[in-house]
């Protein structure tokens, strides 16, 4: 079963705008990831929070964590037209197996 | 480096048939993850192993899947009587020991006429 929820399901910006997306689940974590998947194939590793920080950085990339409300964030500044993907959050509960949500869908608009 | 790679890239299949997804993943990555993703879904757990062990193959979703790793490297994940509901595209990933992060092969796109 799926873990994490992202919401929205789908999101649509400007170029240079920021996008911001959710992940909320529902149990302990060991850290929460964030992934990117182009044209519904591979995914690539955007950022890794663990359950003992509270924020981080990279790049044009911020996440959040509030473990007491189960939830992070992600919020990608300055979108560009590469950035439109899916957008997957995957929360580690057991040291290994990655549980993911459905995703949000970003399209940037040149 | 190379990353991970999977074969077949698509793989076409008539219902009842058996069919192979193999997976290379980066050399030295003791631990392999296989998942699969439907239409417009997110990543559903199959099986995972550490060397050529697999601890949890909970997420199989019959005994119609079973999944093997030879050498600690090179895996196969095998459908046996293939059904329309396993079309889908099968994810391989691996990493290395006491790292967090997985790394994505392109997948394979089953599907099942």
């Known amino acids: 079963s799926q873990q994490g929820e992202e919401d929205p399901q789908a999101l649509s910006i400007q170029e240079g705008e920021n996008a911001t997306m959710n992940c909320s689940y529902k149990?302990?974590?060991?850290?929460l990831q964030w992934y990117r998947q182009n044209s519904g194939r591979g995914l690539v590793h955007l950022i890794l929070?663990?359950?003992?920080?509270r924020e981080k950085h990279s790049g044009r990339l911020r996440v959040t964590l509030d473990t007491s409300k189960k939830s992070s964030s992600l919020l990608i500044t300055a979108s560009r037209a590469a950035d439109t993907a899916s957008y997957f959050c995957?929360?580690?509960?057991?040291?290994?197996?990655?549980?993911f949500g459905a995703g949000t869908t970003v399209t940037v608009r040149a | 480096g190379a990353g991970v790679s999977q074969s077949p890239s698509n793989k076409v299949t008539e219902k009842g048939k058996d069919v192979e997804l193999r997976c290379d993943p980066i050399?030295?990555?003791?631990?392999l993850y296989w998942y699969r993703q439907s239409l417009g879904q997110g990543l559903e757990f199959l099986i995972y192993?550490?060397?050529?062990?697999?601890?949890?193959k909970s997420g199989l979703p019959s005994d119609r899947f079973s999944a093997e790793r030879t050498g600690g490297s090179v895996s196969t994940l095998t459908i046996q009587r293939t059904q329309q509901e396993d079309s889908a595209v099968y994810l391989c990933?691996?990493?290395?020991?006491?790292?967090?992060?997985?790394?994505f092969g392109p997948g394979t796109r089953l599907t099942v006429l």
């Open positions: 929070i663990r359950s003992n920080e």
């Open positions: 192993f550490q060397g050529n062990s697999a601890p949890d």
């Open positions: 990933a691996s990493s290395p020991p006491r790292f967090d992060e997985q790394f």
């Open positions: 995957a929360t580690d509960a057991w040291g290994y197996k990655l549980s």
């Open positions: 050399s030295g990555h003791t631990a």
């Open positions: 149990t302990s974590i060991n850290n």
